[in-house]
């Protein structure tokens, strides 16, 4: 079983949809969650970065964690075409090894 | 905002020849990662640097590799005798040494190796 599997789209959503992006898991042992923004020819940009189950909101963004099925999602409010790019989601353990484990991305198209 | 830079931004090598891709971290952060991403593929793990040594390493972190911190601000990878799998999208990150900081990635060094 893959450590982190998502599915890698391409999704296109008109202007002003709400994005719902998904990734599963299958360690739990894992305690840290992050999304990551990735445009093209660029690096990963960190969006959002949980601890643990719960949500957690940032402007248009909002992070949930739910450990007992271990699924991450990312939720994108009233969606921009310069939201267009691709997300990745990413998780870790806790403690010194801190590597990060990563799902493969999903690609989006917000389409004016 | 402070942000992790790379250097080249691209890189081409003939098959067997030494690379060093170089990164200067944010100027706090205290750990230091590579990661690679093959076209495609996911990001990949290749090592963390802690205190001036490898804190994990990858399986993918052969002896063909090696990691360096010169001086107070780079950050280096070294690929010994490049191979043609070695082509990838190579970045940078760090974070604060407290675990539960987030890692800052830079915008990566594309190595073609020819």
């Known amino acids: 079983q893959k450590e982190v599997e998502q599915d890698p789209g391409p999704l296109s959503v008109p202007e002003g949809a709400i994005v719902s992006l998904n990734c599963t898991y299958s360690?739990?042992?894992?305690?840290?969650f992050m999304w990551y923004r990735q445009y093209s020819r660029k690096g990963p940009e960190l969006l959002m970065y949980?601890?643990s189950s719960g949500n957690k909101e940032d402007g248009r963004f909002t992070a949930q964690v739910d450990k007992s099925s271990k699924y991450i999602s990312l939720f994108i409010r009233d969606s921009q075409p310069s939201d267009s790019a691709t997300y990745l989601c990413a998780t870790r353990n806790a403690g010194n090894n801190r590597k990060l484990i990563w799902g493969l991305g999903t690609s989006l198209a917000v389409n004016p | 905002e402070p942000e992790v830079t790379q250097t080249p931004s691209h890189q081409v090598t003939q098959m067997g020849q030494e690379v060093i891709l170089r990164c200067v971290p944010i100027?706090?952060?205290?750990?230091f990662y590579w990661y690679r991403q093959i076209l495609g593929q996911k990001v990949e793990f290749l090592v963390s640097f802690y205190n001036n040594e490898i804190s994990e390493k990858s399986e993918i972190f052969d002896d063909q590799f090696s990691v360096e911190r010169p001086d107070g601000s780079n950050f280096t990878l070294k690929i010994r005798s490049t191979k043609l799998e070695d082509s990838a999208m190579y970045f940078c990150a760090s974070s604060d040494w407290t675990d539960n900081q987030p890692q800052h990635f830079g915008d990566g060094t594309r190595l073609s190796i020819l």
């Open positions: 100027s706090n952060h205290l750990y």
């Open positions: 949980t601890y």
């Open positions: 360690n739990s042992a894992f305690q840290y």
